[in-house]
């Protein structure tokens, strides 16, 4: 973790930045190792480039704080507290010209505003860019996270084939994924489990219902869990019966994109993540399916389901050694229904290493 931390102030010192105060929950467990969810109270760490950090927190959490192996500075609040007092007493006795960095995206408005009001900061200035580049690429430790939740991924894709039937519904389905996760240990679903039938497919962040399940449907099984803070992030779909001629024409264009991306990383033949985009984009539209490929290629993925990089056209980010990111083409016909074939990626000095392995072939499920 301290490793984070001096990254974090050689940047803190390059840019001429006297005090940065990270707030989001996966920020904070990224440079102190502890992680919980505040609800409405405050959590950040405040970070120094000459001095110790220090974490504040709610009280009720000070003994989680302890167990988790933060070894520095606490301040831990009780509710109804005014937090800032304390700050501007043992902190910024003066903070007037100074530049402080916090998180533009999360950090409310009213909090900022009481930052500057009670601490006297007249420079506020945003850190997400550069710790937003830190969490993208991934340590040895973390990579061995995320195999790990990747393997139970596939786990609950298999779970969830299984449990397919004429007449169950979505939410059984998906609730049977979930407890079957739950008995090898699984607490966290990284999250809200994704089970769609039929028609509905189509809807990319659709949400399991009582729907059931007949001949000829499409099913679509969007899911991850969490594994030591770290998520992960698969998707699947699977013909239920029979299959008629437009849907294998569906499901094989969606698969040659997925595939022709994921070649494109092996072979090292991409410079940038827009690349990736392009070229499963172009072969959806080749096939007379572009109109219906409505969402980017992929996404970051780590401590949250969704973070830096996003893999879309027009990103000119380099490609980066240590990167873990999803790979998710997907085609959503109205009436006919949707395809999405997504698997974790990890870019390597070699090319690329597929994290989930769950098979990708079209797979037509017997009733």
Known sequence: MNTRIDQLTDWMRLHKVDAAFLTSSANVFYLTGFSCDPHERLLGVWVF???????????????????????????????????????????????????????????????????????????????????????????????????????????????????????????????????????????????????????RTALPHGEASNVELRDGDFVLFDLGVVVEEYRSDITRTVIFGSASKEQQKIYETVLGANEQAIDLLKQKNAKTFGELDQVARNHIARAGYGAYFTHRLGHGLGL????????????????????????????????????????????????????????????????
């Open 49 to 199: 480039p000459d001095q110790e950090p220090f974490l504040v927190c709610p009280l009720l959490e000070l003994d989680r704080v302890k167990a988790s192996g933060w070894s520095k500075r606490v301040y831990a609040h009780r509710d109804g507290e005014n937090t800032w007092a304390w700050m501007k007493e043992n902190i910024f006795s003066d903070a007037s010209g100074l530049n402080v960095a916090v998180e533009e995206d999360h950090l409310t408005y009213g909090r900022a505003s009481r930052m500057q009001m009670e601490l006297g900061i007249s420079n506020l200035v945003a850190i997400d860019e550069q710790i937003r580049t830190m969490r993208m690429v991934k340590d040895k430790k973390e990579l061995q996270i995320l195999k790990e939740a990747a393997k139970f991924a596939d786990k609950a894709i298999q779970y969830g084939i299984a449990s397919l039937k004429v007449g169950c519904t979505e939410l059984q389905v998906k609730n049977h994924i979930e407890q079957k996760l739950r008995e090898d240990g699984i607490t966290h679903m990284a999250f809200e489990t994704m089970v769609l039938f039929g028609e």
């Open 304 to 367: 949250e389901a969704h973070e830096y990089p996003s893999v879309s056209e027009n990103n000119e980010l380099p490609l980066q050694t240590g990167v873990v990111f999803t790979v998710e083409p997907g085609v959503y016909v109205p009436h006919i229904g949707g395809v999405r074939i997504e698997d974790m990626v990890y870019i390597t000095e070699e090319g690329c290493e597929i994290l989930t392995s769950f098979p990708k072939n079209l797979q037509v499920v017997s009733p």
